[in-house]
C-alpha cells in the first residue's frame, strides 16, 4: 500500500457569487441579440446548487478574453502560482520539504503549456534536478482519482519515494463567447477554478509530524479503472482555434446509474467488501444530477456525500482538482475509525470511472 500524507489546495483570489457570475456571462455567452434566452440560463445556474465561485480573472475581464493564446497564457500564469501554493501546502502539512519528492506528476485538462507546469514547478519549489516528472493532460474530471490511483502504481514499486500530484483547473479560460449550446450554458455555471496538491509515501517512507498529531493518513489498498463502450461523446472537449469547446451530454447520470453500482460491488468484492462497508465516501461533485445518480445507484446513507455537496456549493465543479479538495476537507473534518474502509471516486471523459480503495 502507499500512504496519502497530507492534501493541500489553493483557489484564486477573485471569488464571486454565483447571481453575480450569471448576469455578467449572460451578455458575453448570448449577445446581445439572444438576452431573451438569459432566464434559461439563471435557471440553470442556480439549477447547479453552486453558490460562490473563484475565478482566474476578475469578472469583468470574461467579456473578452483575447482568443485562446491569450487564455492560455493566464492559464500557465495563474496556473502555476496556484499549483505552487498548493504544492507547498501539501508538503508542510506533511512535514516534508521540497527537496524529499521523487516524483511529481500533474493534471489538468483546462490549458497546455510546453515546458509543462511541473517542469516549471522545478525551479519555483526547489525540486531537486533529479526529480522525475509526469505530464498528463485529457483526463478531465476523472483525473484528480486517476492521479492518485497511478501515483499509487508508481510507489508501489519505489517503496522508498515521496510523490506529488498536482491537478490546476482553471475551467472559466475555456469560456466561449459565441457557444449558445445548452451544454455550454450548464459549463458557464457550474465549473470554478482552483488547484490541489496531494503528497503520497510508500510504505518504506514515512512522512513527517508525529502519529498523534490528528491528521488521518488513509493509505491506498487498490484501484480499479473503468471504461464504458460508446460514451466517447458523454463528455470532453472539441479543440479548435477558440480553444476548448464543452462536449457535455444530458446522458451522464444515466450512464452512472446504469454502470456505477455493478463497478463498485464488484471492486469491493475483491477484497472481501460490500457497499455497506465503505464508511467514508470521497466523491467528485459533477454536478447535482451526478450527484444524485450517485446517492441512488449505491443507496447511500443521508449525509455520505455531505462534503462533496457542500465544495460543489462553494467553489463550483473543479474539474480534476475538485475530488482532490473534498479529500482534503475528508482528512480534515472526520476521523474515521482506524482501519475502517473508504472510497475515493470520479468519472471523467471517456466516458470512464477510476474507483481508489482506502485504509483509514
Known sequence: MSVIAAVGSAVPDHRYPQAEI??????????????????????????????TRHLALPLERYAD????????????????DLAERSVRRALDAAGLVPEDVDLVMSVSVTGV???????????????????????????GCVAGAAGVARVHDYLLGHPDDVAVLVSVELCSLTLQADDRSMANLVASGLFGDGAAAVVMTGTGRAAGGSPDDGRPRPRV?????????????VMGWDIGTTG???????SVPDVVESY?????????????????????WVAHPGGPKVLEAVQR????????LSLTWDSLAAVGNLSSASVLQVLEATMRERRPEPGSAGLLLAMGPGFCAELVLLSW
Open 65 to 80: 478574453l483575447g482568443g485562446f493564446t491569450a487564455s492560455n497564457d493566464v492559464f500557465i500564469e495563474v496556473g502555476l
Open 244 to 250: 476548448f469547446k464543452i462536449v457535455l451530454d444530458q
Open 22 to 51: 450569471t448576469e455578467a456571462l449572460g451578455v458575453t455567452v448570448l449577445g446581445e441579440a439572444h438576452l431573451d434566452r438569459l432566464p434559461v440560463m439563471r435557471r440553470l445556474h442556480t439549477s447547479s446548487q453552486v453558490a
Open 113 to 139: 503549456a510546453a515546458p509543462s507546469l511541473d517542469a516549471r514547478l522545478v525551479a519555483r519549489l526547489g525540486l531537486r534536478p533529479d526529480v522525475k516528472r509526469l505530464p498528463v493532460f485529457g483526463l
Open 260 to 280: 456505477l453500482r455493478e463497478d463498485v460491488e464488484k471492486f469491493l468484492a475483491d477484497h472481501g467488501l460490500t457497499v455497506a462497508d465503505i464508511g467514508t
Open 297 to 304: 445507484s449505491l443507496d447511500l446513507p443521508e449525509g455520505a
Open 221 to 233: 489498498v487498490d484501484t480499479r479503472s473503468r471504461m464504458y463502450p460508446g460514451t466517447d461523446r
